[in-house]
T-cell receptor, first 117, second 114 residues
């Protein structure tokens, strides 16, 4: 079984400042890793994903994340945030083993990013 | 490509009533997922279809819940004898074949049970 822990429920930050949203996961098998963003009254949108290869992955809207296998972490970063980045951010994992490869996502509790002017 | 659509967007019902939600995936997406999201939490997996076959159900999906995907196109999620604990956002997502890890989410149906 897998689980995901997002270490901060809320992250307030001023506009144009850098931000890091932390995500740790637990799994007995190898996983794929994702970050999704949810704007108010909207569905989830994929920001970026790690499937294999380079541990630094770049996504949409200037976000990037780094996979750290030894620390079982997948922290999301942006060097300079905008007011429009205010939203709920979810880290998720999916089992990559072939026998149970349904693609279902296990999500963390979410982190609210509040960008202040 | 109009994206994943869900109807209704909001549903208020009284405890004990039955409700049905509909999800229309992106055309030609053969995989369809249902998730439930309660306030302040991340989405939780409920069930998954590949074409018309329901291949996995979560323990969260009690016998009051049933999902179908006739002909492998749209899907319905029915909740019978609703309880207040069923109040949540119900999210649908779809994906295409080999790119199964690219799930596209609909806007959700918010259910309030009074």
């Amino acid at each position: 079984a897998q689980s995901v822990t997002q270490l901060d429920s809320q992250v307030p930050v001023f506009e144009e400042a850098p931000v890091e949203l932390r995500c740790n996961y637990s799994s007995s098998v190898s996983v794929y890793l994702f970050w999704y963003v949810q704007y108010p009254n909207q569905g989830l949108q994929l920001l970026l994903k790690y499937l294999s290869g380079s541990t630094l992955v770049k996504g949409i809207n200037g976000f990037e994340a780094e996979f750290n296998k030894s620390q079982t972490s997948f922290h999301l970063r942006k060097p300079s945030v905008h007011i429009s980045d205010t939203a709920e951010y979810f880290c998720a994992v999916s089992d990559r083993s072939g026998s149970s490869n349904t693609g279902k996502l296990i999500f963390g509790q979410g982190t609210t990013l509040q960008v202040k002017p | 490509d109009t994206g994943v659509s869900q109807n209704p967007r909001h549903k208020i019902t009284k405890r004990g009533q039955n409700v049905t939600f509909r999800c229309d995936p992106i055309s030609e997406h053969n995989r369809l997922y249902w998730y439930r999201q309660t306030l302040g939490q991340g989405p939780e997996f409920l069930t998954y279809f590949q074409n018309e076959a329901q291949l996995e159900k979560s323990r969260l999906l009690s016998d009051r819940f049933s999902a179908e995907r006739p002909k492998g196109s749209f899907s319905t999620l029915e909740i019978q004898r609703t309880e207040q604990g069923d109040s949540a956002m119900y999210l649908c997502a779809s994906s295409l074949g080999l790119a199964i890890y690219e799930q596209y989410f609909g806007p959700g149906t918010r259910l309030t049970v009074t």
